[in-house]
């Protein structure tokens, strides 16, 4: 079945409290979680319950309207609130922009409690216009490439997941995939599993599944060999902040995957709403800030056991040192394009700047 923008990673629910699909538990359980205070929301985003550069950046934001709800409007408390959940993970820049965007709403109310509620709403609105678009545009660079190259399948290898449980409502890597199915091409994702947290493996192949998309669950390591044998037409990933200067974070491998494509002539692609760039980072290289994650997500893997328990089982020996840093960035020179809701922008200042 096609891929039809009805799915949510969160919703206000009857009781006007934050309801999320609770994505630790993906794809053995579909759980979700309440989140009724501000509090709920930052732990909601430190402990992966929500992830993805979007979808944290929306529970952000609702989080600050938890935060008016239950501060009765104070802005001082609200301020507090809202700074915690600035801090609450390090690298997506989505997250200082919701809660920025809120906290001027905060700053300019007379009506803090329901403004915030709409300012929160609309952030969630215009995603989910923002990354149609994306995929409309990113659709067409496929169908480009397939006219070009004269073939009737496509191949696309994709890093971690940027689909609709990273960002409403068609995600940015897997909207122009959305897309294609709606189009009606024939097309194969490779999902790289994406270790340490395995977000390909569990959560990217869960939504391809449910949409009838064709994928194949790839060993991280696999994508170079893949290019060098031609059966990747093109890479796309997401985004969790590009600087200025167009160098792009994402999910730690990402990196490795560029360099793979530029060796092999494979476009490698970002999709991102405009809200992911953050103008005033000149250099992604040197200066974006890459969150360090627990040694656990290294030492263990998450599974189901034969009697359906969902289970962390080691895999390491216990008193070896790891090392777990949760993103990479791809330098500018590596990337063809950056697909976002205005177009295609080249990865460089003086395009980036147009978009101030
Ligand atoms: O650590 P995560 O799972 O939040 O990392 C997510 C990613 O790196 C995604 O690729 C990224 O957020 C882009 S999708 C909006």
Not at 39 to 50: F, G, H, R, S
Not at 227 to 233: A, H, N, P
């Amino acid at each position: 079945m096609a891929h039809q923008g009805i799915y949510k990673a969160l919703w206000l629910n009857d009781n006007d409290n934050l309801e999320v699909i609770d994505q630790r538990f993906l794809p053995f359980e579909k759980k979700t979680r309440i989140l009724k205070t501000a509090n709920d929301a930052c732990e909601a985003i430190k402990d992966m319950t929500v992830r993805g550069a979007g979808v944290i950046g929306n529970v952000a934001a609702f989080g600050v309207y938890l935060a008016a709800r239950e501060f009765a409007g104070d802005k001082s408390q609200i301020k507090q609130a809202a700074m915690n959940i600035r801090t609450s993970r390090p690298t997506a820049v989505n997250l200082m922009w919701a809660v920025d965007r809120m906290l001027n709403i905060v700053a300019q109310s007379d009506d803090v409690v329901k403004n915030c509620k709409a300012e929160a709403i609309a952030i969630a609105d215009e995603d989910v216009l923002r990354t149609q678009k994306i995929g409309e545009i990113g659709c067409d660079i496929i169908e480009n490439i397939m006219a070009k190259r004269k073939i009737n399948q496509f191949n696309v290898l994709t890093h971690c997941n940027a689909g609709w449980l990273a960002i409403l409502d068609s995600g940015s890597a897997l909207a122009p995939i959305y897309e294609a199915q709606k189009r009606g091409i024939d097309i194969h994702v490779w999902v790289d599993e994406t270790r340490p947290r395995n977000q390909g493996a569990s959560l990217t192949s869960w939504e391809l599944l449910d949409a009838g998309i064709k994928h194949t669950i790839i060993p991280d390591n696999t994508g170079g060999h893949l290019m060098q044998q031609g059966m990747v037409d093109m890479v796309i990933t997401g985004a969790d902040r590009v600087a200025l200067n167009g160098d792009a974070a994402n999910k730690i491998g990402t990196y490795l995957k560029a360099l793979a494509a530029k060796d092999n002539d494979v476009p490698f692609y970002i999709a991102l709403p405009i809200s992911t760039f953050d103008f005033a980072c000149e250099d992604g290289v040197s200066d974006i800030e890459i969150e360090i994650r627990s040694e656990d997500e290294v030492h263990l893997m998450r599974g189901i056991d034969r009697h359906g328990n969902v289970q962390d089982i080691r895999i390491t020996p216990e008193e070896s040192a790891t090392i777990n840093y949760g993103f990479d960035v791809t330098p500018a020179r590596l990337i063809t394009g950056l697909i976002t809701e205005a177009g295609i922008i080249a990865p460089n200042k003086d395009a980036i700047g147009e978009l101030k």
